[in-house]
């Protein structure tokens, strides 16, 4: 039962007054409603234990820079793209396929955005090939930062899983592979294909080959393109027409994850009728050497479909002083194919020093819809430029986007948004609502919504505001007995509510231990 | 309980309370009156710990604590409770997972176990009915899109689930209709023991009908110019400020 558990126990509401309400039903049955596992959680989301006596939340271990590398060179060049996809054993049309878009790369160059402030990478100086072992890694975890430990301590993390996450060297994780099978028995039994890029790309070629690439294409963007050359690996979701997946897709990634490297690539299809949900990362924070972060996903939902697609993001910010941390480029995309369709991103982005990712809809089917729901916070020099892109192209499509920016500290938060309304797009609608909340007064916020209409049925709104988090109500929940730590992080979850309300359940509950937790020392 | 010893208390520079003294002993209720700005929610304030005094000299001992210099949220925990003049509101933060975090907060100061959901909802529902509050508020964010009264009631259902020792009420009895008032001032009385002590911030003499104090004072700038028992209130009620404020202005 390891996996399962921190993202995904059994608990019934983040909701109060769910609980509430079987009460009211029937005041004997405390006993089978509460739990112990319950009752953990009902701590976590209603009191966001999460953030006494910790100092800051420092990052617990640098980047490692003695990394024994297997056979491949450092650098890019057509040779490395091939033993990338000779190592995998990947037939032919994929290596020419990297090939390709490694061609394109030479000839594109690193976007600067206005909002963006980071050194250059060197793109020579990166190793391409995945899984670089670590010498230094930890041998147990008594030899992991303690702070670390604490950390999984407040975010409920159990015991099993810890040292996956703090990267301790393991060989097997006994538990976890017998779990990740019984699922894929479950999921084999409805048809549903879930299973790592690098396998679909070997037991299912004639998918790749029609899929792949056809929502971001190789020639996309910098970043993209460079994913396309060289990506490392991911997961690939095939759910059958007419079936509903019957579990989060997410713990099975979550052991996966921690080997998938700094260029993943994701493809999930919904086919004609289905629905899937599916959780990407883990509140837990992850040890990764990796700096440079450049991940694909593309999302395709046939008709009547319905991909629902949450992330929690928090990689390594880098430290108070702004060194060091994850620079996250993210291509993220759906396409509503079919009429009838649905895409909806859900997104808590706490880590990294720079993130940079715009997770957006093709609305080309009739009556599509596509809905962004962000959390972005940024504290200490953190950087972010997140928001979505919402391409109308067919008739009566609707979208809706709420974004929720946090800035502390010094950071920065951009929400950058596209709606774009096609000539054939008749009556869509959109729906924009991008908040900002500051939390001191050094850090920004800024909002660019962008909207490009051609078809005048269609029916555009976009709402800001900008708050910060007000001295009196920090006073009010004092005054209750909350400390300050609790009470910022108590209005920055309220505030946040209505994309929390998004995730699933066993999520939402970490995602918002993990804001208190990366709020630290934003105050007082 | 509590003893405020000639307390002095500006805001940027500007002398706010001149010289207070108070005295509350457990079991007690202390009424305090007096004109728009005299200082009455700068006391209630500095008590309970707001930022922005500045306290120039005086003391306040609160159960043998020196209570000026407790965070705002230790001396709620020693139970010192505000209900705000204008209680604010906190969108998305619901108000009963508010509440149970603050009662668990104050019985983890006092050693006490804290409240599973189950006993914290009997706990709230039995509450609720002193203050005859609406279920659906519960449910809402804390004080969001709450009419005046409704807060005012929210702020009582804190007040009888936090269980105070020392509650200070600034004009909770103000933008209450006269079944509100009534129902508040039952429930303060139900809530009353001879442990518990009340500072009554009001403009109205009729609050005082239900809530029968022991004191009733008068705050003028920043001074309590007179003490009396509930008779003094109906004199004011009568009178007006003036002759006590003339009175008060000759040298002395
Ligand atoms: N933040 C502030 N800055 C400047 N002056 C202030 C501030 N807060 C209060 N004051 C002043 O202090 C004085 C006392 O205010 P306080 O709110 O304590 O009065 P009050 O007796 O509660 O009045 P009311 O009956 O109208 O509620 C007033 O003159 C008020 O203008
Ligand atoms: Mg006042």
Same mark, same amino acid.
């Given at each position: 039962?390891?996996?399962?558990? $921190? ?22 049955? #405390? ?19 999460? /953030? ?34 000779? *190592? ?11 090939? #390709? ?17 980071? +050194? ?17 890694? +930890? ?25 996956? !996450? ?10 976890? @592979? ?5 699922? *894929? ?25 029609? &899929? ?19 990506? $490392? ?5 095939? /759910? ?35 629905? =899937?949900?599916?959780? %990407? ?27 629902? &697609? ?10 108070? %002083? ?29 880590? $990294?020093? @720079? ?13 599509? =819809? ?48 596209? =709606? #774009? ?16 909340? !500051? ?29 910060? =988090? ?55 | ?23 509350? #002993? +457990? ?33 306040? /001992? ?30 998305? @933060? ?26 914290? !909802? ?58 509100? !008032? ?17 500072? @009554? ?19 003028? *700038?920043?001074? /309590? ?12 009620? %009568? ?14």
């Amino acid at each position: 039962m390891s996996i399962v558990s $921190s993202c995904q126990f059994l608990f019934f509401n983040l909701d109060f007054f769910v609980q509430y309400a079987l009460l009211a039903m029937n005041m004997d049955r #405390k006993n089978q409603i509460l739990n112990s596992e319950n009752d953990k959680n009902i701590a976590l989301s209603d009191e966001q234990q999460t /953030i006494q006596n910790i100092t800051n939340q420092d990052y617990k271990y640098g980047f490692v820079t003695d990394i024994e590398m297997e056979e491949f060179p450092l650098g890019l060049n057509e040779n490395i793209v091939r033993m990338i996809s000779a *190592k995998k054993n990947e037939p032919e049309f994929m290596t020419e396929w990297r090939l #390709k878009a490694y061609r394109h790369w030479l000839k594109m160059k690193e976007p600067k955005w206005p909002k963006l402030h980071y +050194p250059e990478v060197n793109f020579d100086d990166l190793y391409y090939y995945a899984a670089p072992k670590n010498e230094n890694a +930890p041998k147990s975890l008594d030899e992991v930062d303690p702070e670390l430990i604490r950390t999984f301590d407040k975010l409920g993390v159990p015991l099993e899983e810890r040292e996956l !996450l703090a990267g301790v060297a393991v060989d097997a994780i006994i538990d976890s @592979v017998s779990v990740a099978t019984t699922f *894929k028995n479950k999921l084999n039994e409805l048809g549903i294909i879930f299973c790592p890029m690098s396998e679909a790309i070997q037991d299912h070629p004639d998918l790749i080959k029609k &899929y792949l690439g056809t929502v971001v294409p190789y020639t996309d963007n910098f970043y993209a393109t460079l994913n396309s050359a060289v990506f $490392s690996d991911g997961s690939f979701v095939y /759910i059958p027409p007419g079936i509903r997946c019957p579990m989060e897709l997410s713990s099975y990634f979550r052991i996966n994850a921690a080997k998938t490297g700094q260029f993943e690539r994701t493809l999930i299809i919904a086919d004609k009728g289905s629905y =899937v949900s599916y959780l %990407e990362g883990c509140t837990a924070p992850m040890r990764d050497e990796n700096q440079l972060h450049a991940a694909i996903v593309e999302l395709i939902a046939m008709e009547d479909a319905e991909i629902k &697609y949450s992330t929690v993001q928090n990689w390594y910010a880098g430290n108070k %002083e702004g060194v060091g941390g994850i620079y996250n480029f993210v291509t993220k995309r759906g396409l509503c194919a079919g009429n009838h369709s649905k895409i909806s991103w859900t997104q808590v982005e706490t880590g $990294s020093a @720079v993130t940079w990712k715009y997770p957006s809809c093709i609305l080309k089917g009739d009556y599509s =819809v596509g809905e962004f729901y962000s959390v972005a916070l940024t504290n200490n020099f953190q950087q972010a430029d997140t928001g979505t892109k919402m391409i109308h192209q067919g008739r009566n499509t609707r979208s809706l986007i709420i974004s929720k920016g946090i800035s502390a500290g010094k950071s920065n938060n951009a929400y950058r948004g596209l =709606v #774009k309304v096609s000539s054939k797009a008749e009556n869509a609608r959109n729906y924009s609502q991008c908040d900002s909340l !500051l939390i001191g007064d050094q850090c920004g916020a800024h909002t660019y919504p962008y909207m490009e209409i051609e078809n005048p049925s269609a029916q555009v709104e976009h709402e800001a505001t900008t708050s910060k =988090v007000s001295e009196d109500q920090i006073f009010y929940l004092n005054q209750r007995g909350i400390s300050t730590e609790d009470a910022v992080g108590m209005i920055v979850s309220g505030y946040a509510r209505e994309v929390f309300q998004q995730l699933p359940m066993e999520f939402a509950v970490e995602a918002q231990a993990l804001m208190s937790l990366s709020l630290e020392g934003s105050v007082g | 309980m509590l003893s405020i010893k000639n307390l002095h208390v500006s805001i940027e520079g500007k002398p706010i309370l001149r010289g207070l003294n108070l005295e509350v #002993k +457990p079991g007690e209720i202390h009424a305090i009156m007096g004109p728009n700005g005299s200082g009455k929610s700068t006391l209630a304030h500095v008590l309970s710990g707001r930022e922005g005094y500045q306290i120039d000299s005086g003391s306040a /001992i609160y159960k043998n604590l020196n209570l000026l210099e407790m965070a705002p949220e230790i001396r709620a925990r020693e139970g010192i409770f505000l209900a705000f003049q204008y209680p604010i509101e906190i969108p998305g @933060v619901n108000n009963t997972s508010f509440l149970k975090k603050a009662l668990n907060e104050i019985r983890k100061h006092r050693g006490e176990e804290e409240l599973d959901a189950i006993d914290f !909802l009997s706990l709230i529902k039995k509450q609720m009915k002193l203050v005859e509050m609406n279920e659906d508020l519960l449910r809402r964010p804390v004080n969001q899109g709450f009419s005046g009264g409704e807060k005012k009631r929210n702020e009582i259902l804190q007040m009888a689930v936090l269980n105070p020792e020392l509650a200070i009420l600034d004009e909770t009895d103000s933008g209450l209709d006269i079944d509100a !008032l009534r129902i508040v001032a039952s429930g303060v009385n139900k809530l009353r023991t001879e442990s518990n002590a009340y500072v @009554v911030i009001t403009h109205y003499q009729r609050l005082l009908d239900h809530i029968i104090p022991d004191f009733v004072h008068v705050l003028s *700038k920043g001074q /309590i110019i007179k003490s009396g028992t509930k008779e003094l209130a109906l004199e004011l009620e %009568e009178r007006g400020y003036d002759w006590l404020l003339e009175k008060s202005e000759s040298p002395s």
